[in-house]
């Protein structure tokens, strides 16, 4: 890397955190992706799918609760900035081959500053709740491989991981 891809954007001459000053950006078309899972018993994902839960439906309440976090990104991340007008999707898939279920979120705003962050805080606090929501039936449920998926607006473009 060069330039300025190198350094730390949220800290200033002296080590300091700060707030990115993004007044001079155009404003673009931002979207973000992300993902993650949590992992469980075979027989937790069973009766998740079943609806056999003492606090309800499992998907649906976590996928709410993933829109609710990740319009919230800015009250929970101390540096991030508010976006008014984002949109956040959540959805949940279970998998059986994990078992367990995948969470995948995209965030949109036409703004001066990306969205990445919503998408992932959507993810994290969408699993946290299927957590939540199941802990009496499997505590050792785990949440992995929450990660940024793509990225596109603004300055740097558009981004990908690779696979």
């Known amino acids: 890397m060069s330039g300025r891809e190198d350094r730390l954007t949220h800290l200033d001459a002296e080590g300091r955190a700060r707030m990115v000053d993004v007044t001079e950006k155009d404003v673009t078309h931002r979207r973000a992706v992300a993902e993650g899972r949590i992992v469980m018993a075979a027989t937790t994902l069973e009766r998740i799918v079943a609806g056999d839960t003492a606090k309800g ?43 367990g279920i995948r969470a995948r979120a995209e965030a949109t705003v036409t703004d001066r500053t990306g969205v990445e962050m919503e998408a992932l805080t959507a993810v994290s606090v969408a699993l946290l709740t ?26 740097s473009g558009s981004w990908r991981a690779e696979e």
């Open 57 to 99: 439906d499992v998907l649906r309440t976590a996928e709410l609760a993933g829109v609710m976090g990740g319009k919230k990104t800015s009250d929970l991340i101390p540096l991030c900035h508010a976006l008014p007008g984002v949109s956040v999707r959540v959805s949940l898939e279970p998998d059986p081959a994990l078992p």
């Open 130 to 155: 299927v957590y939540d929501m199941a802990k009496a039936v499997d505590r050792g449920m785990r949440i992995e491989s929450v990660r940024l998926m793509e990225k596109e607006g603004g300055r």
